[in-house]
């Protein structure tokens, strides 16, 4: 990698170090760049490429004619994934926030679709199996916080009460209870975490900023026999820690 590179990632790297530990605080203004160029021994132009990293991930907010502010970041809440909590019934979802002290919404869209190739996958249907597609928004106090897109079987659940998700005797309670109401006794959860940068449709609709890093959880409930509903929930990392609660069997 060429010197220059190097150069513009570790004060990048140095700058954000600063940033979330505290010692440049939201609101305050970064030094200038001829003052953080004589800092670091590099040139302005390093800074700037440095500068550039640190707004493409939502951590610095410019204006025009004045220097970069440090971005005051989204209060961190909490997110607990536990088996426990699905066994309790309701929304885990609104049962997190309230417990935060915080009111918990969301707004959706259900429509038939077919599965793209990996939900295909998740839910070991064939290509051409139609499944009940469902877009969330979730938020917090108002504000959008996470979202979700999940997938279900239309073998499983047309012409039951559940075949809409938020809409019927069962709307707004979790997928165990509605597979449930139909005969599908969910026994267990899989989940594989991974992190990207946010896509612009995603963007837009949490109000975040081009480059921002998202947590996207691939989840998938299971009865005995199958997978029975999947969904890609995706998590800004600059509002939610995830907390799993993992119960231990004694003898």
């Known amino acids: 990698m060429p010197a220059e590179n190097l150069l ?7 700058l954000r170090r600063r940033i979330i530990d505290g010692e ?34 939502g951590l610095i907010e410019t204006r025009t004619g004045a220097r970069p502010t440090v971005r005051t970041r989204p209060q961190l809440r909490r997110l607990t994934r536990s088996w426990y909590r699905e066994q309790r019934g309701g929304s885990p979802f609104r049962a997190d926030m309230e417990a935060q002290g915080h009111e918990a919404d969301w707004t959706c869209k259900s429509k038939t679709a077919t599965a793209p190739p990996a939900i295909v996958e998740r839910l070991r ?9 469902t877009d969330y928004v979730f938020t917090s106090d108002g504000e959008p916080v996470m979202m979700s897109t999940s997938y279900e079987p ?17 709307a707004g309670r979790g997928v165990r209870d509605r597979m449930s109401a139909i005969g599908q006794r969910i026994v267990t959860a899989t989940e594989v975490v991974t ?8 963007a837009a609709a949490l109000k975040t900023s081009a480059g921002t890093i998202v947590m996207v959880i691939q989840r998938t409930y299971w009865t005995e026999d199958r997978p029975v509903e999947t969904a890609d929930i995706v998590v800004p990392v600059d509002r939610y820690e995830l907390l799993y609660v993992i119960p231990v069997e004694g003898d």
């Not at 160029?37 to 490429?49: I, K, P, Y």
């Not at 239309?154 to 005797?169: I, Q």
């Open 8 to 14: 513009y990632l570790r004060v990048a790297d140095d």
């Open 24 to 57: 440049l605080a939201a609101g305050s203004r970064l030094p200038s760049r001829a003052q953080l160029a004589e800092q670091f021994d590099v040139s302005e132009n390093v800074v700037r490429r440095a500068i550039d990293v640190l707004m493409a991930e």
């Open 125 to 133: 249907i064939s290509a051409d199996d139609p499944v009940m597609r």
């Open 154 to 170: 239309l073998e499983l659940t047309r012409g039951t009460p559940v075949t809409l998700p938020e809409h019927g005797p069962y």
């Open 195 to 202: 992190a990207r940068p946010v896509m612009q449709n995603e």
